[in-house]
């Protein structure tokens, strides 16, 4: 399976999809989340993005599907070049796919040794390989700091420094080995994960790229449509909940001049994860924090 789709039926609810609307799925994978909304869409129609190529292999023969082998942070000006400048709802399930996760010379798992690469679009320019090995010892740090997480991301940037001063760091193997002293006892495998997100990313700008689609669902979504994130770690989550809550990314809300806050999108619910059923059939869904949003009135 390339990928098997988180929180599926919550993800798709929370749409609250009008057969004849039109749709964003802002990472198609496996085309699992589409396939399910163009089970609901009778003349509606569903834009997929995704800027891995080989996503496009698995979009289903459906006249009502435009597949995009684009990055979702360009979305509003696609959808402008199809002719739709507003959409009844985005959904967007972020994180890296189990198909990437499996393929060990795309260089995203902390499990098989494959060449340092991480890049979602394999045509990108820059790679892990780049990061690991061209950054200065202080930019690594901050990297660890800010995308890992890491409380000894300065003892994790020396480390690597002072490998690649011998030889460079090619393989996710040597990384892994590289940074192996400073992994707090017990809890490798989660340091090395951290290890292993800062970097990708860094490698394919995933934070920044996901605050222009929030920024962008603020102008494409009409009003009552619904905007739908799937995230796998805080940093994304933070993102997506102070959006949500503020419309921005700093958590303050905004008024007019009579006082009146400035908030586009109203927060359905609270954040809802995936069930024991689902982690045990999917453990890579335990992290999943699903989000809804609906846009209010302009």
Do not use: C
């Not at 300065?154 to 001063?165: D, E, F, H, P, S």
């Not at 090619?170 to 992994?183: F, G, I």
Request: net charge positive.
């Amino acid at each position: 399976m390339y990928h098997r789709p988180v929180l599926l039926e919550e993800a798709v609810a929370g749409l609250k999809i009008v057969p004849g609307g039109t749709y964003v799925d802002a990472t198609f994978g496996g085309g699992g989340h589409s396939r399910r909304i163009l089970a609901q869409l009778d003349n509606g129609r569903l834009f997929a993005f995704d800027q891995d190529a080989e996503a496009g292999a698995n979009a289903p023969d459906d006249s009502r599907l435009r597949f995009l082998n684009q990055n979702f942070r360009f979305m509003q000006n696609f959808l402008r070049f199809h002719g739709v400048t507003q959409v009844d709802g985005v959904m967007a399930d972020l994180g890296v796919s189990s198909h990437q996760f499996d393929q060990a010379g795309r260089g995203f798992s902390t499990r098989l040794d494959g060449p340092l690469d991480m890049r979602m679009d394999k045509e990108g320019a820059s790679s892990a390989r780049e990061v690991v090995n061209d950054y200065g010892e202080e930019e690594l740090a901050s990297l660890f700091r800010q995308y890992g997480e890491l409380r000894n991301a300065r003892a994790v940037a020396r480390l690597i420094a002072g490998q690649r001063a011998g030889s460079p760091i090619l393989t996710t193997d040597q990384l892994a080995r590289a940074v192996a002293k400073a992994a707090p006892r017990g809890r490798e495998n989660q340091f090395l994960a951290r290890v292993f997100q800062a970097i990708r990313i860094e490698v394919n700008q995933e934070l920044q790229a996901l605050k222009e689609l929030l920024e962008q669902s603020r102008e494409v979504i009409r009003p009552g449509g619904r905007l739908v994130v799937i995230s796998y770690h805080s940093l994304e989550d933070r993102l997506v909940k102070l959006f949500m809550r503020a419309g921005n990314f700093g958590g303050e809300v905004q008024k007019d001049f009579y006082g009146k806050p400035q908030v586009p999108f109203k927060q359905l619910g609270k954040a809802l994860s995936p069930g024991p059923e689902e982690v045990t059939g999917n453990p890579r869904a335990r992290s999943a924090r699903l989000r809804i949003a609906e846009r209010q009135d302009r």
